[in-house]
C-alpha cells in the first residue's frame, strides 16, 4: 500500500506509555523481518509515540536511542486528551536541554490543545516542532481538527505531515491525496517540505530545513491569523 502510494521511508512509532507497553528490541526485531521482505523499495525505521510519564523521563535520560525516531534525535511526544499539567512545559525544556528535538504529534485532534492553543504555540517557540495528521487535512477526523489543522497551517505553526496508520482501512498508510491536497491549496514547494524534506531529516537526524514562520499577530485560537510568508532555513 504505501510503495503503491509513493511512499519511500516508514518510522514504527508503536506508543509508550503506562497504557501501552512498550519493548523497543521487540518492535526492532519485528522492523528487521518486514525490511527484509522489502529491501530496496522500502525503507523502514522504529520510533515511538512517546508519553511524558516519569517512568520514560527517567529511561530516556539514559537511553535516549530507544524512543527517538530511527535512533537519532528527533522524538515524537503524545499529550493526553484528558490533563496538560504545567510541568509539561518544564519537562519539554529538559528533553531539548539532552539534544533532543520533540515533535508535539496530531495537536489538532486533543480537544485540550485545540482549546488551549496558546500551550502549542509556547511549545513551538521554544523550538519544538508539530506534526499533524495526513487525514485531519482532509476531513477524515471531524471538522474541528481539520479547520484548526488549516489555522495552523497559516500561523506557521506545522513542520510535519503524517500518515499515523493504524491499518489498512480506516487509518491507511497513504499520503499522496494529502500531499495533493497541500499543494493545490499551499503551492508544491509546502508538501514538498511537509512531507519530504522535513520528514527526511528528521529521519537522518539532520537540521529541519524548512521552518515556517511563526505568526506573532494572530489571537491564540486563529480567527485573525493571515498567512504569513515562508522562508527556508539550511
Not at 518510522?11 to 503506562?18: D, E, I, L, R
Not at 536511542?65 to 512545559?89: C, G
Not at 489555522?151 to 498508510?173: E, I, Y
Request: net charge negative; with cysteine; glycine share 6%.
Amino acid at each position: 500500500m504505501a510503495i503503491s502510494d509513493g511512499i519511500t521511508h516508514v518510522v514504527g512509532t508503536p506508543h509508550a506509555s503506562n497504557d501501552h507497553m512498550f519493548v523497543p528490541e521487540l518492535v526492532r526485531s519485528r522492523r528487521d523481518e518486514l525490511q527484509a521482505e522489502f529491501e530496496g523499495r522500502l525503507t523502514l525505521a522504529t520510533g515511538c509515540d512517546f508519553h511524558l510519564s516519569y517512568e520514560n523521563l527517567q529511561e530516556i535520560r539514559h537511553a535516549p536511542e530507544r524512543f527517538t525516531l530511527n535512533q537519532k534525535n528527533y522524538l515524537l511526544v503524545e499529550f493526553a486528551d484528558y490533563s496538560i499539567p504545567p510541568s509539561l512545559d518544564q519537562s519539554l525544556h529538559e528533553l531539548q536541554l539532552a539534544g533532543l528535538h520533540p515533535i508535539i504529534t496530531h495537536p489538532e485532534r486533543n480537544p485540550l490543545i485545540r482549546s488551549q492553543p496558546e500551550r502549542l504555540f509556547k511549545w513551538l517557540r521554544q523550538g519544538c516542532y508539530a506534526q499533524i495528521t495526513a487525514q485531519s487535512l482532509l476531513g477524515k477526523f471531524g471538522s474541528a481538527a481539520k479547520e484548526m489543522s488549516e489555522v495552523w497551517l497559516s500561523s506557521g505553526a506545522v513542520h510535519f505531515v503524517a500518515s499515523d496508520a493504524h491499518n489498512t482501512t480506516s487509518r491507511p498508510l497513504k499520503l499522496k491525496e494529502t500531499f495533493d491536497h497541500l499543494a493545490a491549496a499551499w503551492g508544491q514547494d509546502v508538501a514538498q517540505a511537509l512531507l519530504v524534506e522535513n520528514p527526511k531529516a528528521a529521519f537522518e537526524g539532520q537540521p529541519v530545513p524548512w521552518v515556517p514562520e511563526l505568526a506573532e499577530d494572530a489571537d491564540m485560537d486563529g480567527s485573525t491569523a493571515r498567512r504569513k510568508k515562508r522562508f527556508w532555513l539550511f
